[in-house]
């Protein structure tokens, strides 16, 4: 049989599959459209406990799909966000549940009217490989404190991570409410075409416009979180040692495989000498070493070790000074690496890096910073190191990017009470906390009128003095 023949017919069998998963749960929500809020809590309470029992297999699995990632990693930037997801969630469901009551012009009266959140129905949630826990959690909590059904493909690059949650939550969780779909990228494009009644993408840019195209056939809505090259600004007066060590936690967790990792740094021209020497100072006290480190996480595969090697070969052959902070890696602990003299010809200044580079570009003043990053796609996350609050101001105010941290890098999405989404090129939609239940619920507009009816006043035929009376208070 030829190979393009028996492609098409893995595919057509694994659409099929999809479609079988996606129709249970289709039917499993039209038997109970609005769960109470008891139930919601039920199944979040039940998520809870998994997770928390289950925290050794999780951390061991995810190590496995890495080859070594950080225990501590998962701890902090998978496992702990989540559970406090879940508990935030918890807390205050039954608030976002409650109908939110509305103003009814004087025109309209009598009458009431309020907006009620109605689940959505069945959600997908496409999950990347760099946080295969997080990912899929965030988004899963969202959905269900909504009160849809889930579900979930998880990377072909994490298959480990994948089998176990698959297994876990089938032990928990009923088919038809949530579900773990495996497989290639054939099955994650399938997975795309199925007709959601929302699909969350988190991923790479190119890819999210594959999502976006296959879910337009459905008219699907979509939240992208595509990421991009996030910058961090380094002011001309912040200490180096504060603004160096805070970017270096953030560009090191999980060797920079984050989407909202700092991907650049502007840097005072005067000062990027003492930036070089206090980030070099930071990482070297977070890793004093790289070999047999168990702090330290590797690169998530040979195939996105050799993008990273072929960005810094580039770099180099364009003219790149690469300072390299350790001696050597091992295995797929690549060694971090700073990069001068970088210019727009390098991919490394294209594309978003997702590992252990990090590029710095000097500038005289800060109104050049700011066009530097304007004059670029939007990002997901902006970092400004920096105590005046002046400034701050005018960084909030003159640059657009999804997030921004003042001072500090990551933690902005590790704030329930706060959405989390990307603008432009860097993604659309929100979720997190009470932006997720929304971003999974509709918020649907309903007028309420009883007996009494005024409006019969202004029904044809038209011409009647208190209809003239009705424009000359109204229209005006």
């Given at each position: 049989?030829p ?10 069998q694994?659409?099929?599959?999809l479609?079988?998963?996606?129709n249970r ?5 039209a038997a109970?459209p ?5 139930q ?5 309470k ?8 289950e ?5 061991d ?5 890495f080859?070594?990632?950080?225990a ?5 930037a ?8 879940i508990q935030?969630?918890?807390?205050h ?6 109908p939110?009551?509305?103003?009814v ?5 009598p ?6 959140y109605q ?5 997908g ?13 965030g988004p ?9 059904r ?8 994490t ?9 876990l939550?089938a032990?928990?969780f ?6 773990v ?9 399938a ?6 009644d929302?699909?969350?993408f988190t991923g ?6 594959h ?7 459905n ?5 992208l979180?595509l990421?991009?090259?996030s910058?961090?600004i ?6 180096l ?8 936690f953030?560009?090191?967790?999980n ?20 930036f070089?020497?206090a980030y070099?100072?930071a990482?070297?006290?977070f ?6 480190n168990?702090?330290?996480?590797a690169?998530?595969?040979?195939r ?11 770099a ?11 001696e ?6 690549m ?9 727009d010809?390098?991919t ?6 997702f ?5 710095i ?8 910073a700011?066009a ?14 920096g ?12 640059t657009?990017?999804?997030g ?6 990551l933690?902005h999405?590790a ?10 090129p860097?993604?659309?939609g929100?979720y997190?906390g009470?932006?997720g239940?929304?971003?999974?619920s509709?918020?649907?507009g ?9 409006a019969?006043?202004?029904?044809p ?7 003239r009376?009705v424009?000359k208070?109204?229209?005006?």
């Amino acid at each position: 049989m030829p190979a393009e023949i028996a492609y098409q017919q893995e595919s057509e069998q694994a659409f099929n599959e999809l479609e079988q998963l996606f129709n249970r749960q289709r039917k499993a929500f039209a038997a109970n459209p609005m769960p109470l809020a008891g139930q919601r809590l039920q199944w979040l309470k039940t998520l809870r406990t998994l997770l928390s029992d289950e925290r050794q297999a999780l951390v061991d699995a995810i190590n496995s799909d890495f080859s070594h990632r950080s225990a501590d990693e998962t701890l902090l930037a998978e496992l702990m966000p989540s559970l406090l997801g879940i508990q935030y969630a918890s807390k205050h469901l039954k608030k976002w549940m409650k109908p939110s009551r509305r103003h009814v012009g004087m025109a309209f009266q009598p009458a009431s009217a309020k907006v009620i959140y109605q689940p959505l129905g069945v959600v997908g949630v496409i999950v990347p490989w760099n946080y295969p826990l997080f990912l899929a959690i965030g988004p899963m909590v969202g959905a269900l404190s909504a009160g849809n059904r889930v579900m979930l493909k998880l990377s072909e690059s994490t298959p480990t991570t994948g089998q176990l949650l698959k297994r876990l939550f089938a032990q928990v969780f009923p088919e038809d409410l949530v579900t773990v779909v495996l497989g290639e990228a054939e099955v994650g494009m399938a997975f795309s075409k199925l007709p959601f009644d929302h699909l969350l993408f988190t991923g790479a840019s190119s890819v999210g416009k594959h999502v976006m195209r296959a879910a337009a056939e459905n008219l699907t809505p979509v939240t992208l979180e595509l990421g991009g090259k996030s910058p961090a600004i380094v002011s001309n007066d912040v200490p180096l040692k504060d603004a160096a060590e805070r970017i270096a936690f953030g560009k090191t967790l999980n060797a920079g495989q984050t989407c909202v990792a700092p991907d650049y740094v502007l840097v005072p021209e005067d000062r990027v000498d003492g930036f070089v020497d206090a980030y070099r100072k930071a990482v070297q006290k977070f890793y004093p070493t790289l070999i047999d480190n168990p702090d330290y996480t590797a690169i998530i595969n040979d195939r996105q070790l050799a993008r990273l090697n072929r960005y810094l070969d580039d770099a180099s052959s364009k003219g790149a000074r690469v300072i390299p902070l350790f001696e050597q890696g091992q295995g797929r602990r690549m060694p971090f690496s700073l990069l001068l003299n970088v210019n727009d010809d390098m991919t490394v200044m294209q594309d978003e890096i997702f590992g252990p580079l990090l590029p710095i570009v000097p500038y005289s003043r800060i109104d050049q910073a700011f066009a530097y990053i304007n004059q670029r796609p939007r990002p997901l996350a902006l970092y400004y190191f920096g105590y005046n609050k002046a400034e701050q101001q005018r960084v909030l105010e003159q640059t657009h990017s999804g997030g921004v941290c003042l001072n500090d890098t990551l933690m902005h999405v590790a704030q329930d009470d706060m959405p989390f989404g990307g603008v432009g090129p860097s993604g659309m939609g929100h979720y997190h906390g009470h932006e997720g239940f929304l971003t999974f619920s509709k918020a649907k507009g309903v007028f309420i009128k009883q007996r009494f009816n005024a409006a019969r006043l202004i029904y044809p035929p038209y011409g009647k003095a208190i209809q003239r009376l009705v424009y000359k208070l109204f229209i005006r």
